[in-house]
């Protein structure tokens, strides 16, 4: 009987295509291994021989008295594009490394204001602004909060407890700044600056705690309360969304954890910089701490936030910190020595920006849209043979396992490089593995098997990405690197497979 064709293009059973796929990888001289020890792997060896990643401290540098900080992943993940050619304008790259909200119109939203009137404002505008910020801002701030999450509450939050602070990055290291001799808890994998931000204070110990698969990537507050009481934490940071995991605390876990910072005297640090990117639920809602504090200034609730990611305005660099009205001094004291405060014309026009009517559309816009392409980028994924155990809940970043994949590409590091190949940026999961003393072999991080892909600006851009990675016509002749990424994707596998014959 002579099969159809048809019948031939029906799949090959598994094991038989597994088997012709490790011999291919053999073929390539690509071990079939996990590496026992990052020395075996070039990319591993390539990020420690980058400046400043060795882990030894020892190391002079060029400048005398200088010991210069560690670049964050991402930019590492760039340099190494830049050095295969990325740049700006250079068409055929999808970069899913440098996460980005959206910073054009999006359908629904409110246009951005494109002028301000200095005049309005009178000379001052050209002064300093206090280093809390300007008062009809943090006014405009408060009345956010309560609008937003504390309808029902009697103690609201006030401008004394809001401190603007020039950006996300500048409101951490302010915050760090003021934290006294104490032990720090964090949960990782967590957004990867806040590896050098922890390094650069000194004065208090960070703790780490890892975040697991199979507990959707969160902590609850019950855990919290206890690594609190056992390690003898005084503070405890979250990015909660979380930055890379997509995933986060939410409703009456987050009311209980507010309650764990009250009864603990343990002061909780939320960055809440993603609290609009949420992708599940009724439209147009947030998700905030603030909503559970009692007493402003007594609770322990210290929130960070700003028009970076929320309010699509990355580079006004105006952001806040909402807690105590006691914690918002020292901030400010903190902001006289360390940055001398956000610029005083962008803080007046953050003003706009604060504005219900344009709050309310702007935030069921991005939903909208974000949620539009979380969904694309889910489902291309999983077409792949890269489907998502915990797809992401909120932010624009997705946490991808690695470990279905062949080795060595199990390896986060490794399936990036490989990735730069087909001009795609994706950022190693160690990267968020946040290690501030650097000492450990970075393979064995529970990161090390992950991958952060962030949903870029534009749609076509998503297209590129999935197309690059997926859709490579089985007719073009396959280079060696497009060979070394098809036979690491299961489904360009099938495509290799396909047009071997
Ligand atoms: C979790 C998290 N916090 C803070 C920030 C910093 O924001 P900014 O760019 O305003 O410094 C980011 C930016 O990526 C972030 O992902």
Redesign the pocket.
Known sequence: MTSSPLAEKVPKPLKELTQSFTESVKATGIPDAIFSHEHESEAHKMWRSHANHSGDSSQPHPVPGIQSSQATGVIYITNRAQAAGFGPGVEGWANCGQ?APETGLIPGAAPKPSTLDFGEYGDDIHEYAPTAGFKPLREAIADYYNREFRQDKSMKYGPENVCVVP????G?SRIAAVLGDINLGFSVPV?S?YEQMLSAFSRFVPIPTQTEAKNGYTLTAEEIRKEILGRGLSAFLL?NPN?PTGRQIHGQELADLVKVGRDTECSMIL?E??SWYQHTGELGKAVSAARYVEDPNEDPIILID?L??NWRC?GW?V?WVVGPSELVSALSAAGSFLDGGASHPMQCLAIEMLKPERVEADRLALQRHFRMKRNHVLERLEKMGLSIANPPDSTFYIWVDLKSLPAPLTSGMVFAEEALKEKVIVVPGIFFDVNPSRRRNILHSPCESYSELALVPRKSCICVTCSTMTDRSPSLPLRQSDFRLALHSKSLTWVWMASKG
């Open positions: 996460g950006g996300g990055r500048g951490l957004y600056a990015s930055n960055d910089f993603y700003g970076t990611k990355p660099r952001c």
